[in-house]
Nanobody
């Protein structure tokens, strides 16, 4: 099992920035990739970004490309999501997730095996 704890959410004005953090613990040696998703009220969970744990692949959703940056610190078992130029439509609960399976879809929430509890991001206009 891998446990995940997100932090860094909060209230920010449109145009502002936030940096989300996700701490992984437990069987971290099994991590293949980590991702960030979000879910707004009444909407499906949406893929944002993913990073390969021991490689160089990084993927972004078109909706956040150029505004959000995913990064990792393997030594600390941390993954980050730097969010710039935030918009009111970015308001959602943000989740980090872990994939242990190498051959599955980076973009699908069904490919991820472990999830954090989520952190609320609210962007005011």
């Amino acid at each position: 099992q891998v446990q995940l704890v997100e932090s860094g959410g909060g209230l920010v004005q449109a145009g502002g920035s936030l940096r989300l953090s996700c701490a992984a613990s437990g069987r971290t040696f099994s991590i293949y990739a980590m991702g960030w998703f979000r879910q707004a009220p009444g909407k499906e969970r949406e893929f944002l970004a993913a990073i390969q744990w021991s490689g160089s692949f990084i993927y972004y959703a078109d909706s956040v490309k150029g505004r959000f940056t995913i990064s990792r610190d393997n030594a600390k078992n941390m993954v980050y999501l730097q969010m710039n130029s935030l918009k009111p439509e970015d308001t959602a609960v943000y989740y980090c997730a872990v994939r242990v399976r190498p051959n599955s879809d980076y973009f699908s929430s069904a490919s991820y095996d472990y999830w954090g509890q989520g952190t609320q991001v609210t962007v005011s206009s």
